[in-house]
Nanobody
Framework: QVQLVESGGGSVQAGGSLRLSCAASGYTYSRACMGWFRQAPGKEREPIAAFYTGGGSTYYADSVKGRFFISQDMVKSTLYLEMNSLKSDDTAMYYC????????????????????WGQGTQVTVSS
């Protein structure tokens, strides 16, 4: 049974940093496309960052390039999202997602490419 459990969200002032974690279980962690998405109130869920856990290129949304960084701990089967220089526009529910295949899409990652989702963790940035 695949499970993704996010943690690390919270409230922070603009300019601050947070690190989100996504603990994965129930599948071969090293052979999955994994990503972070976020959804702000009244807006569609959007991709933030994604990569194949077995190696390869990394996708970042233009809005977070140079501020957010996706990484992983293969031993712990855990995905991370390091978020720096946070802005009020970064306020959203953040979700971890997994697809048990290599990453492949045209343009930006689509929500429906990912089969498994975590419950989300809230990030609130105050100005």
């Amino acid at each position: 049974q695949v499970q993704l459990v996010e943690s690390g969200g919270g409230s922070v002032q603009a300019g601050g940093s947070l690190r989100l974690s996504c603990a994965a279980s129930g599948y071969t962690y090293s052979r999955a496309c994994m990503g972070w998405f976020r959804q702000a109130p009244g807006k569609e869920r959007e991709p933030i960052a994604a990569f194949y856990t077995g190696g390869g290129s990394t996708y970042y949304a233009d809005s977070v390039k140079g501020r957010f960084f996706i990484s992983q701990d293969m031993v712990k089967s855990t995905l991370y999202l390091e978020m720096n220089s946070l802005k009020s526009d970064d306020t959203a529910m953040y979700y971890c997602a997994a697809a048990l295949q290599s990453c492949h899409w045209i343009g930006t990652p689509r929500n429906n490419f990912f089969t498994y989702w975590g419950q989300g963790t809230q990030v609130t940035v105050s100005s």
